[in-house]
């Protein structure tokens, strides 16, 4: 781990952000870890910083336009879009399918960086490919703070992330002992 994934974990940890216990997922996985990115952006200085510190490793891609997912990619995108001086547009649910909405468009050949904040299967990532290309637009790359999978999740566009982690996750039936003796929470993202 280098010096910038260091002080990007000290930031999860210190804003509360890095919880540990019985968490199911969003893809439905049990893990003993999970990130609430909602409380480390909280604090926009430290989202402020997370985004300067992922930034520099997007500078190989060429994009006028920032979508996020909502709700987790909200605030990151935003930020990514201001510090790049980029357009910023988010994705949200209807009919259990993200989609874009508010009169949100993308043109033929707009150059589009999809931005989340935690990825584990990446399957948001994809839908938000999907909507981008379905516009006739170019996805060029995805930028998430964290990639808990470290690696697996995969795309078919290049995927930058500030920390790639691997988190055990668990199946509901196949649950460590540890694990299966906590209450399960559901925190969100």
Request: charged share 25%.
């Amino acid at each position: 781990m280098d010096d910038i994934q260091r002080e990007a974990l000290a930031i999860f940890r210190e804003t509360g952000a890095l919880l540990e216990g019985h968490f199911i997922l969003r893809s439905g996985l049990h893990s003993g870890h999970f990130f609430q990115c909602a409380r480390v952006c909280e604090q926009m200085a430290q989202v402020e910083r997370l985004t300067a510190m992922l930034a520099p490793k997007l500078g190989e891609f060429t994009f006028s336009t920032v979508l996020a997912p909502a709700m987790g990619g909200l605030v990151i995108g935003q930020e990514i879009a201001r510090q790049t001086r980029s357009r910023y547009l988010f994705a949200e649910k209807q009919d259990d399918r993200l989609v874009l909405r508010r009169g949100f468009t993308l043109a033929a050949g707009e150059r589009v960086l999809i931005a989340e904040d935690v990825v584990t299967r990446g399957g948001r990532v994809r839908e938000c490919i999907d909507i981008v290309r379905a516009a006739g637009a170019v996805p060029v790359a995805v930028a998430m703070l964290v990639d808990r999978s470290a690696g697996v999740a995969r795309f078919d566009i290049p995927a930058i992330s500030l920390l790639q982690l691997s988190f055990p996750t668990y199946e509901a039936d196949k649950l460590p002992p540890e694990l299966a003796t906590l209450p399960a929470q559901k925190p969100g993202s």
